[in-house]
């Protein structure tokens, strides 16, 4: 706790807004703004690399939250205050950080793949370096905030090169093989269901260990709807749309723009009929992460080969 301790000191409203600003970083709509905008417009593979990552490392990571049950900071420590505006999206339990282990999968997997996007040696050096100075700076931001401890981020800052690592040799290629990649998917959707029954098993009388089960719930719902949305539409992509991503900067921005807010437009349109509908069942999450993962790898890409016929005329 010392060094919390040390950042609590040291705050002041300037810096409580930057360090706000900075841990958004590993926030959910940050990565899918890296993940489409690569997909899309860049790498298909090195979207598939950050999908692939990320995902598989959430599900690691919020299974060790509910195995440890490491209460946050200030719960731990009563005298801690924490930032006050960072406790909202500071759900479940401590261990391990979330937003760290999410920050470091995307700038990990941008830095592990930056020779799939640059040829310059010296592009690709910088590149890194500020890669690593924005993960590093996540990171910091969640010790700054006082929403997780120094092991809590260390712990996080290791799996996710871990994840990275692992996963690297398999997308960062210029023609990865799709039975492995179909593989690892799979693996990722029996993680994901092992992880929603290991959830359902745990119970408490505590009522703050209930809600931290219950957002580890929540979670588990929101990947499995996810995952199987890869596990389908990634060999249909590749058989009824396998589109190029490269194109003029016009398209580009016709796919970012409109796709972007029509991604998350749906996931958070979808989110009051479904729970009305389910009765707030964590079904109605899976939906919707299944809708926005088919609609962001099958669906709008379908529409890219239409947008190049405008630009031929």
């Known amino acids: 706790m010392d060094i919390l301790y040390f950042f609590e000191k040291i705050r002041n409203p300037v ?40 995902f598989f490392g959430i599900v690691l990571n919020q299974f060790l939250k509910l195995a440890f049950k490491v209460p946050r900071p200030w ?4 005298n801690f205050n924490p930032v006050a505006s960072a406790i909202g999206s500071a759900t479940g339990y401590s261990f391990p950080s979330g937003h760290t282990q ?77 039975v492995v990649i179909s593989v690892i998917i799979a693996l990722m959707m029996l993680a994901t269901g092992a992880y929603l029954i290991y959830s359902y098993t745990l119970d ?14 929540k979670h588990a719902w929101y990947m499995l709807g996810g995952v199987l949305g890869i596990l389908i539409f990634y060999p249909l ?13 016009g398209i580009q921005f016709i796919k970012v723009i409109p796709g972007f807010i029509l991604a ?18 964590g079904i109605s999450h899976s939906i919707r992460y299944f809708a926005l993962v088919a609609f962001s790898v099958f669906v709008w890409p379908l529409c890219f080969k239409h947008f190049e016929k405008l630009r031929k005329k």
């Not at 996080?156 to 690592?165: E, H, N, Q, T, Y």
């Not at 408490?204 to 719930?217: M, R, V, W």
């Open 204 to 217: 408490s009388a505590d009522a703050a260990e209930i809600e931290n089960i219950l957002t580890g719930q």
């Open 75 to 78: 719960i731990a420590d009563p």
């Open 264 to 281: 998350i437009g749906l996931k958070e349109l979808l989110k009051v009929p479904l729970n009305a509908i389910f009765a707030g069942h």
């Open 102 to 178: 999410n920050a470091v999968s995307i700038f990990g997997c941008l830095s592990a793949g930056s020779g799939m996007l640059f040829k310059n040696k010296k592009s690709k050096t910088v590149f890194c370096i500020i890669c690593i100075i924005l993960a590093a700076s996540v990171s910091v931001s969640r010790l700054y905030l006082g929403v997780h401890t120094l092991e809590d981020v260390l712990f996080s800052i290791a799996l996710a090169l871990a994840m990275v690592f692992l996963f690297r040799p398999v997308f960062v290629k210029k023609s990865p093989n799709p």
């Open 15 to 54: 810096l409580d807004g930057i360090f706000y600003g900075i841990t958004q970083m590993g926030d959910e709509i940050f990565f899918l703004a890296i993940a489409l905008i690569m997909f899309w417009c860049i790498n298909k593979n090195m979207g598939y690399f950050l999908m692939s990552t990320c």
């Open 237 to 249: 992509e590749r058989k009824f749309v396998d589109f190029d991503p490269k194109t003029s900067l």
